[in-house]
């Protein structure tokens, strides 16, 4: 009985670990989702002037904060809460970098497009 036991047990846990590897090669060998409809440099990036810069990240960071925290939003079957998640922490970093002087460009892009995508899932 013991060995039929740990049998069933030993499959189990091979079959839990073969589906679960084959299920991660799935996500990472499929198409990578384009979440940005235009490609390129963000307007953020192009905004040389550093103070105008970050005024324009704490107002998008503040807009995403006050969305994300919305019960209308939070409730809602639209995604905009979660693009509203991400936009927030993503002007969140660019914030942070910019607060030490320096200009990510991968931050500002993100925070660009996320909130770009909260604002089109709003409409």
């Known amino acids: 009985m013991k060995t039929v036991v740990k049998l069933l047990v030993s499959a189990a846990a091979l079959l839990l670990t073969a589906g679960s590897t084959g299920f ?3 996500i990472i060998e499929g198409p990578v989702a384009d979440y940005c409809r235009t490609v390129g440099t963000s307007n953020l990036v192009l905004t040389e002037n550093t103070v105008d810069l970050t ?5 998008l960071m503040d ?3 006050a969305v994300a925290n919305s019960p209308e939003w939070i409730h809602s079957s639209r995604p905009v809460f979660v693009w509203a998640s991400e936009a927030k922490v993503a002007c969140g970093m660019a914030y942070g970098y910019l607060k030490t002087n320096y200009k990510d460009e991968d931050t500002l892009n ?13 409409n």
């Open 24 to 26: 991660a090669a799935d």
């Open 110 to 122: 993100k925070c660009e497009c996320f909130h770009d995508r909260m604002v089109e899932y709003m």
């Open 55 to 59: 005024k324009q990240v704490v107002k």
């Open 63 to 65: 807009e995403s904060v």
